[in-house]
């Protein structure tokens, strides 16, 4: 509950919540939103078939989550879903042979197919009344964050986005993908300042690979 506690802790009068979690998954977080006091609603957005499939198959009967299969990104379209043998790291970039497997765990990480998906940006979303303005976002897409922030920018110029957390690299994991320092700056800008990382990710020889940062409105 760490991850998903420590963003509530910053959504001040937290009746009728809503709240994003851009890269559900198979509902890992999903399963902490449901347990913060004064949730209204979770809108969990998750691109990949599979994954949207388990996300239904646990979450589907409760009426706090509101499940779309649809990515998040700069502009509406559609994008190229990289996807990998763990399910965990299918990204919009392709992976780094070379430095996502200096921390594989059991196996090296490959590409096993590409799809296309359909993608939307968070200004679209609540500018058409498809989704509510979210009071706190949780993004987890794989170096796509940055992506997901640049089609957020009027909704987090209006001030109503309280609180941000995001997976940060400080390794190119995937090829071309934005690292903190590029996610840093925008925020920045955006108004929101660096409030705590969260279980950084440490390389055998002290090198920080990644960690979750969670961002607050200055």
Known sequence: MQLIAALA???????GLI???????????????????????????EPDPQNCAALRERFGGDARVDIREVGLGAADGVFTLHRNNYDATHSPFPIDPVVINRWADASDIVEIARIEAPVRSVDSLVASGEAPPPRLIKIDVQGGELSVLTGARATLAGGGVAAILLEVEFLPLYLGQPLFADVHRFLSAAGYHPSQLLEPKVRADGTL??????YVRE
């Open 19 to 45: 709240a994003y979690d851009v890269g559900a998954h198979r509902g890992g977080t999903v399963a902490e939103w449901v347990m913060v006091p004064g949730l209204q609603r979770v809108v969990a957005f």
């Open 209 to 214: 690979v990644w960690a979750d940062a969670l």
């Open 9 to 15: 802790a910053h959504a001040g009068d937290a009746q």
